[in-house]
């Protein structure tokens, strides 16, 4: 079989060693088949090992080979839609425990980090940084709707503290969240990795989930192997495909851009990010950035409906990097990548089950990092017949893009065009 390499990313040329991983030839049994090896089945089944459970998990490629090694590296709090909106959509028990769990992922990751001693660059502090009144008067109503779930390490920074810590003219205001912090993605999936290892746990990379058989023992087929499990995870996100066609209706991979520019000399970084937190804006479609390990400037933004790979990743992303950072217009770029994370029409992640032993959970729609954390600890809690958070999630509504498969590209670019342009006319 073709093995799939890494994306030539900056996170994959500085990736920490690994083991090589064998492919699936022949058939195996285990309690839970974990279909996919990024955050949320890496999550999964580090709580399942935790409790007992045999674990296999198959990757169609290598572990952290989709979103959870590509991504912008924040640890950033709640949901793509805040609590508000949730609380609007569903009852207020449903609400309450969806906004209790809404800073458990990142709380997650840093005892992930601290309990197998995973070296990925961990650093605290992220910044919603305004750009107009409208967005200042949001974080104002956010920080006290957090606060009301007893979300406490925030502080509002007004025009004269947010250029003590981004040191640009675009903003006038933002919000600092002490519980947000950036890491080195790919390397926290690695690390999670070999934790699940370390457990018993057994990964197979090149193994890409080719037809799940579902029935009071579900099997999983790979193009040279099978798995007979008790359970089935279903976690493959944006890059599922159609293994799942009712999962694929109701959902689109979208990607996104970074950039990766040279070294930057410690003054020059320090100058840019003194406190060395991540940032992102406001917008809709927004742009990130933070201060990599060895202080490179890494920054992403744009989103491609329908998951083309754009023909020139700089040219798109690199005149937001200079309008943020108007003294890096010479700089540099050494890498540059896109990576698809999958969209609901909600905004909102799903998460359930098909018959009595397949879950899944799906869509994390930009707020992979921290949701996919927890998002693990709640189907582990569920196979182990704790639904109560499950459910929550499991109840919230979800639904079919308009026009079905064929429509949901031009009907979201189109969705897009209209928010991009009241980002720019400042609405």
């Known amino acids: 079989m073709a093995h799939t390499p890494y994306p030539q990313s900056y996170y994959a040329a500085s990736a920490n060693a690994?083991?090589?991983?064998?492919?699936?030839?022949?058939?195996?049994?285990?309690?839970?088949?974990?279909?996919?090896?990024?955050?949320?089945?890496?999550?999964?089944?580090?709580?399942?090992?935790?409790?007992?459970?045999?674990?296999?998990?198959l990757e169609a490629a290598k572990?952290?080979?989709?979103?959870?090694?590509?991504?912008?590296?924040?640890?950033v709090n709640s949901y793509s839609r805040d609590i508000d909106v949730i609380e609007r959509s569903v009852g207020p028990k449903q609400a309450q425990l969806l906004g209790q769990m809404a800073f458990e992922g990142g709380r997650i990751i840093r005892e992930r980090i601290a309990t197998y001693n995973i070296q990925c660059d961990l650093k605290d502090g992220g910044v919603f940084a305004a750009i107009t009144n409208k967005q200042m008067g949001h974080l104002e109503s956010q920080k006290k709707l957090w606060e009301r779930y007893g979300h406490t390490q925030l502080e509002l920074l007004d025009s004269t503290r947010i250029r003590e810590v981004v040191n640009t003219e675009n903003y006038i205001g933002g919000m600092l969240d002490m519980s947000g912090g950036h890491i080195h993605p790919l390397n926290l999936a690695l690390g999670e990795a070999a934790a699940v290892e370390s457990l018993g746990g057994t990964i197979y990379e090149q193994s890409p989930a080719t037809r799940i058989?579902?029935?009071?023992?579900?099997?999983?087929?790979?193009?040279?192997?099978?798995?007979?499990?008790k359970f089935v995870v279903v976690a493959g996100n944006a890059y599922l495909g159609n293994l799942i066609p009712e999962l694929a209706a109701k959902s689109m991979p979208c990607g996104t851009q970074v950039i990766t520019t040279e070294p930057l000399s410690d003054d020059v970084a320090k100058s840019l990010l003194p406190q060395d937190y991540c940032v992102e804006d406001c917008n809709y479609l927004l742009d990130y950035y933070r201060l990599s390990g060895d202080k490179r400037l890494i920054f992403g933004g744009g989103v491609v409906y329908g998951a083309r790979d754009p023909a020139n990743i700089e040219a798109i992303i690199r005149p937001k990097l200079v309008k943020t950072f108007p003294q890096l217009k010479d700089v540099k770029i050494d890498y540059a990548w896109t990576g698809?994370?999958?969209?609901?029409?909600?905004?909102?992640?799903?998460?359930?089950?098909?018959?009595d032993n397949i879950y899944y959970s799906q869509g994390c729609s930009g707020h992979g990092v921290t949701y996919t954390h927890l998002a693990g600890?709640?189907?582990?809690?569920?196979?182990?017949?704790?639904?109560?958070?499950?459910d929550a999630f499991a109840g919230l509504p979800h639904y079919p893009f308009p026009g079905g498969q064929l429509m949901r590209v031009p009907f979201t670019a189109m969705g897009a065009w209209y928010y991009s342009l009241r980002d720019k006319l400042g609405f």
């Not at 572990?63 to 640890?75: D, E, H, L, P, T």
């Not at 698809?340 to 018959?355: A, I």
């Open 213 to 229: 058989e579902r029935g009071a023992n579900p099997v999983v087929h790979t193009p040279q192997g099978r798995v007979k499990a």
């Open 63 to 75: 572990v952290g080979f989709g979103a959870s090694g590509r991504n912008g590296g924040q640890i």
């Open 18 to 57: 690994v083991p090589a991983r064998p492919e699936l030839v022949g058939d195996v049994e285990t309690d839970v088949c974990v279909v996919g090896a990024g955050y949320t089945g890496l999550s999964t089944a580090l709580f399942l090992l935790e409790n007992g459970f045999k674990v296999t998990i």
């Open 340 to 355: 698809n994370f999958l969209l609901t029409l909600s905004r909102l992640p799903q998460v359930g089950r098909l018959g």
């Open 377 to 390: 600890k709640i189907l582990a809690e569920s196979l182990r017949g704790q639904a109560e958070r499950f």
